[in-house]
């Protein structure tokens, strides 16, 4: 599939900016918003997608200044910006930064947060609509919540909206989940809710959907007469690093798996919906979570992989070993790698088994999907030279070089019958002229305007963790440390993840061909 001319390209067209409106920021400070929130902002900005009326409060434990908090956010754009910076609407933007520093469980900050947003939306014309964002450590969730409820910060009167984005992890477990979405809907009702994955703002995510239903060629070959199984992988080359406090009691299951996997794997699964809006999507993605078989403590031992990565290099740098990492036990059991074999007991797909993986310090940064077809089958090619026919797949690219690489199969030249795999390879960056981005765009502003769509139910959380809990539970006391494989930073995991493909008869892929299919 060869790419057009640049000049070819397609431009992608621009939804209308939101109404006035302000943004507060618990956590402003912080590594999120510095790297991705505020560029994100500073996009949609550029994009003509945000409202002059915008002003962002930034709140913070520690003691800041408005100048303070804006050198921080102007220094993030300038490492971490998508684009080239016009430092006039940048300046513009940051000019309508404040801060106000809070004790997150104290009553009196939000009495004093309260006056400053009366103060902003009067200067800014925002017309006291509220975003609030919560980029603080999960801990801090229901506190935050329940303090703005007291407040009557999150109250909606005179055609005015309050919504409240908050990131993963949702919970740790199935129990600790319920826990927290009680608790949110003491002060919220389940519209003004918005649980971010910034996985669901990339363009090629999202596209499943488009992938799927607009094309007659693909959807009547999305299911078990055609398909042989599905593989889902999220791999990063990066270890811990400094995230130690946050990892080491989490691990990659509770981090990635209810989450960011079981995302893409909603999406791969998902019955068509009666509309693209947010109920109805949702509510079929909730359903294949629902029809996921919740495993036994006999399968979670067949079908699920933990590894912890030891020292190695990536890419010719050092790493050192998971328990070498700052903030990490020296002698701690937890998985930095895990991958797991799922069924889903409905018509379309019974009998397909799902493969997820996900890992640090692997050899390759990539995120994408392969749909592995049937072979088709041999009984023309007796009395030939051909010894096998590979599969069909389709590898959906989630990042990075975003896009498509079809493997169909073709006579290699030559006078004898002979089988080889060719490529048909799409990128996005090849047929739309769209500046590159950093995943957020998009949420903020479905935040903005109340589009739900593109982030998590209640009941979409508490079905992945039914999922997830049966291996947490199995994983507790000494089976956790028993279970445990151990890989080189910059393999691909440990070789019982390539055991768990091989007894079936097949082998991981990814598409730069780094974990090539075998015969």
């Not at 984005?165 to 129990?175: A, L, T």
């Not at 701690?332 to 889903?344: C, D, H």
């Not at 009998?351 to 592995?372: C, H, Q």
Request: some cysteine; aromatic content about 8%; hydrophobic content about 40%.
């Amino acid at each position: 599939m060869a790419a057009k001319p640049a000049g070819t390209r397609q431009r992608c067209a621009k939804p209308a900016p939101v109404g006035p409106c302000g943004m507060v920021i618990f956590g402003a400070t912080g590594d999120l918003t510095r790297r991705l929130l505020f560029p994100a902002i500073y996009n949609l900005a550029a994009d003509g997608m945000l409202p002059k009326e915008f002003a962002i409060v930034g709140v913070g434990r520690r003691d800041n200044s408005h100048e303070g908090l804006q050198d921080i956010l102007r220094q993030g754009l300038a490492e971490h910006a998508t684009r080239n910076v016009d430092q006039k609407l940048a300046e513009r933007i940051l000019s309508n930064v404040t801060f106000m520093p809070a004790n997150f469980s104290d009553p009196r900050s939000y009495a004093r947060l309260s006056a400053h947003m009366e103060e902003v939306a009067v200067k800014a014309e925002t017309r006291d609509n509220w975003l609030f964002y919560l980029a603080t450590p999960p801990s801090a969730f229901g506190t935050v919540v329940e303090q703005l409820g007291k407040a009557g910060l999150v109250k909606q009167a005179n055609g005015t909206w309050r919504h409240v984005v908050i990131e993963k992890p949702f919970g740790n477990d199935f129990e600790s989940a319920k826990a927290l979405d009680a608790l949110l809907h003491k002060s919220l009702t389940e519209d003004q809710i918005f649980r971010i994955d910034h996985y669901l703002g990339k363009e090629t995510v999202q596209n499943i959907m488009a992938l799927r239903f607009a094309n007659g060629l693909f959807e009547p070959l999305w299911s078990r007469e055609h398909i042989d199984h599905v593989q889902i992988t999220v791999a990063e080359t990066v270890g811990v690093e400094e995230r130690g406090r946050f990892y080491d009691p989490t691990g990659a299951l509770r981090d990635m798996v209810p989450n960011h996997l079981f995302q893409l794997l909603t999406l791969t699964a998902m019955e068509p919906p009666t509309a693209f809006d947010a109920h109805a999507v949702r509510s079929e993605k909730t359903k294949v979570l629902e029809a996921v078989r919740e495993l036994t403590p006999q399968e979670v031992v067949q079908n699920v992989v933990r590894g912890q990565y030891t020292e190695g290099a990536v890419d010719g740098h050092p790493v050192v070993a998971y328990r070498k990492a700052e903030h990490v036990a020296a002698d701690s059991n937890t998985e930095t790698y895990v991958a797991m074999k799922l069924t889903i007991d409905n018509w379309r797909w019974a009998g397909v088994p799902f493969y997820l993986r996900t890992g640090k310090a692997l050899a390759t940064r990539t995120s994408e999907i392969a749909i592995n077809f049937k072979r088709a089958p041999f009984t023309i090619f007796r009395g030939t030279p051909v010894e096998h026919l590979p599969r069909n797949f389709m590898i959906l690219r989630i990042q990075p070089n975003e896009g498509i690489d079809l493997r169909i199969n073709a006579k290699v030249p030559g006078p004898s019958v002979r089988i080889g795999s060719v490529g048909m390879d799409f990128a996005y960056k090849d047929y739309f002229d769209t500046p590159a981005s950093t995943g957020y765009e998009t949420l903020i502003y479905d935040c903005m305007i109340g589009d739900a769509t593109l982030f998590q139910r209640a009941d979409t959380i508490e079905a992945g963790w039914r999922v997830v809990q049966p291996i947490l539970d199995h994983w507790q006391g000494r089976t956790r440390k028993r279970e445990l494989q151990m890989y080189p930073a910059g393999g691909w995991g440990p070789e019982a993840a390539d055991a768990l493909l091989e007894r079936d008869g097949r082998h991981w892929v990814v598409s730069n061909g780094a974990d090539a299919p075998k015969p």
